[in-house]
């Protein structure tokens, strides 16, 4: 793939940012689970695992993973959020806390100004937009949240919507940022978020149905990029799980990485 020349200054953000990124992904660890199919392993850092059953109220699941997060953690501020982590799941796991109420939780949200952005799709089942197929030849171009413009819960998963799992081989473009699996250059894979903001520590992790992991063709690589990317490519929908937890449900065989023009 073609990179385009970027300044000194830039150049020197991207390594500084990569590096920070390099290494809280060696702090936090890989996970490989192997795809039932049979086809390519899914690759998750530990951080994402461990949000993923926090945020899913898994807290047996979450404590060991953050407890492993956390004794590698020299970062004070890191350790503070990981902590407070910890501290919720096992007060939830000592007093045997029954599941939130779905409907409660979200009434409680709006009360409090979490309500989703208005830039956000409607995922609600019975109002979301159903994606439409498009035809032989044609991109299909969408933001990684219209995408995933579903509710969907990693803890107690659901069937996708069918108009979902249509999109299986279509052609896909869409944008955000890359987490990188551990490779801070010659970057074959990468998982491709809405935002850095909620991958690094500084929020929740993003949605698993926001996520979508990127493979480069093989014998390719490109370099890590720390602003947001336009990725094009064929679009795998599978429910991939390890030990019965869905870990990813979009992969994208990418034909073309670059920065996004704006």
């Known amino acids: 793939m073609n990179m385009q020349r970027i300044s000194l200054h830039k150049l020197l953000l991207i390594v500084v940012i990569a590096s ?6 060696r702090v936090h660890g890989n996970v490989r689970a ?4 049979g086809g390519r392993p899914a690759v998750v850092p530990a951080q994402v695992r461990a949000n993923l059953a926090f945020n899913a109220q898994q807290y047996d699941r979450a404590l060991p993973l953050l407890q492993a997060l956390l004794s590698e953690q020299t970062d004070p501020a890191r350790r503070a959020s990981i902590e407070e982590q910890i501290r919720v799941c096992q007060r939830n796991l000592s007093t045997a806390a029954p599941p939130v109420d779905s409907t409660a939780a979200e009434n409680s949200d709006l009360l409090v100004g979490n309500a989703p952005s208005n830039n956000d799709p409607v995922t609600d089942s019975k109002h979301r937009v159903p994606h439409p197929v498009p035809k032989a030849g044609e991109v299909l171009a969408l933001d990684i949240k219209e995408l995933g413009n579903f509710e969907y819960d990693p803890a107690h998963p659901a069937a996708l919507p069918d108009d979902v799992k249509r999109l299986n081989g279509v052609k896909l ?4 940022f890359m987490v990188s699996m551990g490779q801070a250059e010659d970057v074959t894979e990468f998982a491709l978020v809405p935002s850095l903001f909620q991958c690094c520590g500084f929020g929740s ?4 149905q926001h996520t979508i992991f990127v493979h480069c063709p093989k014998g390719k690589a490109i370099s890590y990029y720390a602003d947001e990317v336009s990725v094009e490519g064929t679009l795998s929908v599978q429910e991939k799980k390890d030990d ?17 023009i704006k």
């Open 173 to 176: 473009r869409t944008h955000g």
């Open 34 to 37: 192997a795809d039932p199919a």
């Open 205 to 208: 992790a993003p949605q698993i």
């Open 244 to 260: 019965g937890f869905v870990i990813s449900l979009f992969e994208l065989e990418t034909s073309s990485v670059k920065p996004t």
């Open 20 to 25: 920070c990124l390099l290494v809280l992904i």
